[in-house]
């Protein structure tokens, strides 16, 4: 299988940067707390006198030993870097007639869905959403990262206990202001608010796109969105103001179909009404999701396919001519199977993304 020069993968560990794999697997997820991948290399010696080598020596295999958990890793694709991160895993085999090793790792952010709130300070009050992220992500030298118009009501009362986990932390607050959490490629949080959707490039049948599937569904989608809970109770609020706090939006469904959704932590009227907006986004935003898959890592120019760009899909098949909004991403090459870029697109209010829909269709 021939390769585009381009297309080269390596892994930078400790400053030192190793080449030569037979097989990687790269997943850059937007809007999930971070990456993953998988990078593999394997000789084959002579089986009963005839060589069955794919190309890597043993020194290659030794030399790729040396990578072991915890190291931490710049993950490069066309000499675009894709992940900051760890390994976290170190597969090693061997027989009479193979040698390999395999590395596993994860993105940068990863320690915040597994690392617990330690400081005994759980209180964040007249904070907002940001400052709550900065403070919790801070002891990990991550910083925040923000995209679109983020909602920086403060809330009166934040409370974090000590042992919780961040991640759990940051998105119940999150929810009631409607912002979505994710990752960046050089290993920092992101939060995402409403954005201007901007066409990146085009993904359009019998001209780039290899394969493709997709499925529409409504099983997750409402004709009606409610959010209700209550508020602390002061001198100027009481009652029914504090005790009876109930979001409202519209959703696309035909049929007669209710979505109530709890507050899960003390809020006022804005808290509950973003709370209703962020469940249209994952129930309204997630009834499309298209898998295209494309040959090679790069798009026109000299630029990868990435997730959180918007794309341009044309397919009758999949009777699609519309915007869409790359969510996650998968690289893949291996010896064998040659090199591809399989996305994940979604409508872009999935992404808190807008497009502007005044201009005319894009043409190939």
């Given at each position: 299988m021939?390769f585009?020069t381009?297309?080269v993968?390596?892994?930078?560990?400790?400053?030192?940067d190793?080449?030569?794999?037979?097989s990687i697997?790269?997943?850059v997820?937007?809007t999930?707390y971070?990456?993953i991948?998988e990078?593999?290399?394997t000789?084959?010696?002579a089986v009963n006198g005839?060589s069955k080598?794919?190309g890597?020596?043993?020194g290659?295999?030794?030399n790729?030993?040396k990578i072991?958990?915890?190291?931490?890793?710049e993950l490069?694709?066309?000499?675009?870097?894709?992940?900051?991160?760890?390994?976290?895993?170190?597969h090693?085999?061997?027989d009479?007639?193979?040698?390999g090793?395999r590395i596993v790792?994860v993105?940068?952010?990863?320690?915040l869905?597994?690392?617990?709130?330690?400081?005994?300070?759980?209180s964040?009050?007249?904070?907002?959403?940001?400052?709550?992220?900065r403070?919790?992500?801070?002891?990990h030298?991550?910083k925040?990262v923000?995209?679109?118009?983020?909602?920086?009501?403060?809330?009166?009362?934040?409370?974090?206990?000590?042992?919780?986990?961040?991640a759990?932390?940051?998105?119940r607050?999150?929810r009631?202001r409607?912002?979505?959490?994710?990752?960046?490629?050089?290993?920092?949080?992101?939060?995402?608010?409403?954005?201007?959707a901007?066409?990146?490039?085009?993904?359009?049948?019998g001209?780039?796109?290899?394969?493709a599937s997709a499925v529409?569904?409504?099983?997750?989608?409402?004709?009606r969105i409610?959010?209700?809970g209550?508020?602390s109770?002061?001198?100027n609020?009481?009652?029914?103001?504090a005790?009876k706090?109930?979001?409202?939006?519209?959703?696309s469904?035909?049929?007669?179909?209710?979505r109530?959704v709890?507050?899960?932590?003390?809020?006022d009227?804005?808290g509950?009404?973003?709370l209703?907006?962020?469940?249209?986004?994952f129930?309204e935003?997630?009834?499309?999701?298209?898998?295209?898959?494309?040959?090679?890592?790069?798009?026109?120019?000299?630029n990868i396919?990435?997730?959180g760009?918007?794309?341009?899909?044309?397919?009758?098949?999949l009777?699609?001519?519309m915007?869409?909004g790359?969510?996650?991403?998968?690289?893949?090459?291996?010896?064998?199977?040659?090199?591809k870029t399989?996305?994940?697109?979604?409508d872009?209010?999935?992404?808190?993304?807008r497009?502007d829909?005044s201009?005319?269709?894009?043409?190939?």
């Open positions: 021939s585009n381009q297309e993968a390596f892994l930078r560990v400790n400053g030192v190793y080449y030569d794999w037979t697997m790269v997943e997820r937007l999930d971070f990456p991948f990078f593999e290399c000789e084959f010696v005839q080598s794919s890597i020596s043993i290659t295999i030794r790729n030993l072991v958990p915890g190291d931490i890793v490069y694709l066309g000499g675009t870097q894709v992940v900051l991160g760890y390994v976290t895993e170190r090693v085999a061997f009479a007639n193979n040698h090793v790792g993105g940068k952010t990863a320690d869905v597994s690392s617990s709130v330690w400081s005994q300070g759980g964040y009050d007249n904070q907002s959403w940001s400052q709550l992220a403070a919790l992500i801070a002891p030298g991550i925040l923000e995209r679109g118009a983020l909602d920086r009501t403060p809330y009166e009362h934040i409370h974090v206990q000590p042992g919780e986990i961040i759990s932390a940051l998105e607050y999150a009631q409607n912002i979505v959490i994710g990752s960046t490629h050089d290993g920092n949080l992101l939060g995402i608010g409403d954005h201007a901007v066409q990146s490039g085009m993904l359009v049948e001209v780039n796109i290899l394969s529409i569904k409504d099983d997750n989608v409402y004709k409610y959010a209700f209550q508020r109770g002061n001198d609020v009481w009652g029914d103001r005790s706090l109930v979001g409202y939006t519209t959703g469904s035909r049929r007669e179909r209710t109530v709890p507050m899960e932590v003390s809020d009227q804005h509950a009404q973003q209703a907006e962020m469940e249209k986004v129930t935003g997630g009834s499309l999701e298209e898998r295209i898959t494309v040959q090679g890592w790069f798009r026109e120019g000299a396919w990435r997730a760009e918007y794309y341009w899909v044309r397919s009758e098949m009777i699609t001519d915007l869409l790359c969510k996650s991403i998968v690289y893949e090459q291996s010896t064998y199977g040659g090199t399989t996305l994940s697109m979604v872009p209010f999935h992404m808190k993304g497009p829909f201009g005319t269709t894009p043409k190939e």
